[in-house]
C-alpha cells in the first residue's frame, strides 16, 4: 500500500478505498504471502485480452498454420497465468483424430512444454515460491510431482531454451516448445507442437526445433509491427 501511494501520489484513505473497491471488482486479490496485493483473475484476463489484441490474430493463427502444416501436426500458442498455461491460439492437426482444445483452454503448467518452458523463464525466488504452492497434481506416470525434481526439470529447460512434454499430461501426447521472445529479451509466450507419440516420437519432435524457432521469431516481430504502428499512429494524432 505504501508504493501505491508513492506512485500515485493519493492520500492514504483515498488509496485504500479505491484498492478495497479493485479487490472487490477482482481486479486485485491480497497476497497470501504477504501484506500487499497481487493481480486479480479479471486483470489477469484484461491483460491477456490485451496481448491477444496487441497483434492481428490472423497474422498469429496463419504462422500457427504454416508450422502445423510444416510438421504436420498441432501447433499453439500459450501464456503463463500462475500454475496454468492459457492457450491463447491453435491449429489442430489435419488428422482425424486430435487433441482438441480450445483457444482460452486453460492446462497446467507443471506438465506441459509450454508451462514448464515459461516457468523457466521466472526469477529463482519467484520460481520456487510458484512450485510450492501451485497444485502439482498427477496425470500419467510420467508427469512430475515433486518439487526438487520439478525444479530440476525446469533449470535443464532453462539451460537449453527447450521445453518438452514426454508423456507427462496426456498418455501417448508428446510436445515441444521454445519461447517467443522480444527484441529486449521479454518473453511474450511459447510456442510449441504436440503430437500422438504413435506418430511422432519426442527425439523426432525435437529435430522440427529449428522450424518452431522460426515460427517464434515470425510471431515475435508480430507485436514489434504492431507496436511500431500504434507509436506511428500516436505520433501523428499528436503532430
Known sequence: MAEIIHSTRMTKPTAHRIANLLVDMKFLERDPFGPGFIEGTRLVDLAYQTLT????RSLHHS?????????DETSNYGVLSGGEVINL?????????????DSGSRVPAHCTAIGKLLLSQLPGPELLLLINGMPRSSYTANTITNADLLLAAIEEIRRDGIGTDDQEFMHGVVCVAVPVSGEKGQCFGAIAISAPEARMTLKRALGFVPQIKKA????????????ATWKSSEAKLWR
Not at 489484441?53 to 492481428?56: G, I
Not at 504462422?63 to 510438421?71: A, F, M, P, R
Request: hydrophobic content about 45%; proline content about 5%.
Open 89 to 101: 491460439d491453435r491449429v489442430e492437426a489435419k488428422w482425424p483424430l486430435g487433441l482438441r482444445f
Open 216 to 227: 517464434a521469431e515470425h510471431l515475435a516481430a508480430t507485436y514489434h509491427s504492431g507496436m
Open 63 to 71: 504462422i500457427l498454420e504454416g508450422l502445423s502444416n510444416t510438421v
Open 53 to 56: 489484441a496487441a497483434a492481428p
